[in-house]
Nanobody, 122 residues
Framework: VQLQASGGGLVQAGGSLRLSCAASGRTFSSCAMGWFRQAPGKEREFVSA????????YHADFVKGRFTISRDNAKNTVYLEMNSLKPEDTAVYYC????????????????WGQGTHVTVSS
C-alpha cells in the first residue's frame, strides 16, 4: 500500500481543513487507517484512527469534538476533517495503514504516507 497525504496548509485559529490520504493497492479496504502528527521538537503522536469498514473510530482526547476521521473505500481514501483549529495543532500530519487493527501506537502500522504540513496561526 502506498499512501499520499494532502490538504495541509496555513489557516487561522478557529478555521478548518480537510486532510486526505489516497491509497494505492487493492488491499486498502482491509486496512485500518490512522492519522498521526509530529510538531517540531516533539514525538509523533496519535490523532485519530478508523477500522477497515469505517464503523469504529478513535480520537485523541485533544481533538475530540473538533476532528473527524472517515473513509471512502470506493475511492481508496481516508479523510481527517479538522475544525476549530488551534495554534497547537500545527504539525506535520501523517496517515498510516495497518493490516491488523487500528491502534494508537505508531509501531502497529505497516505503511506511512509522506506527511502534509498544517500551520495554524493565532
Amino acid at each position: 500500500v502506498q499512501l499520499q497525504a494532502s490538504g495541509g496548509g496555513l489557516v487561522q485559529a478557529g478555521g478548518s481543513l480537510r486532510l486526505s490520504c489516497a491509497a494505492s493497492g487493492r488491499t486498502f479496504s482491509s486496512c485500518a487507517m490512522g492519522w498521526f502528527r509530529q510538531a517540531p521538537g516533539k514525538e509523533r503522536e496519535f490523532v485519530s484512527a478508523i477500522n477497515w469498514s469505517g464503523g469504529i473510530t478513535y480520537h485523541a482526547d485533544f481533538v475530540k469534538g473538533r476532528f473527524t476521521i472517515s473513509r471512502d473505500n470506493a475511492k481508496n481514501t481516508v479523510y481527517l476533517e479538522m475544525n476549530s483549529l488551534k495554534p497547537e495543532d500545527t504539525a506535520v500530519y501523517y496517515c498510516a495503514a495497518s493490516y491488523t487493527r487500528s491502534s494508537v501506537r505508531p509501531d502497529r502500522y505497516d505503511y506511512w504516507g509522506q506527511g502534509t504540513h498544517v500551520t495554524v496561526s493565532s
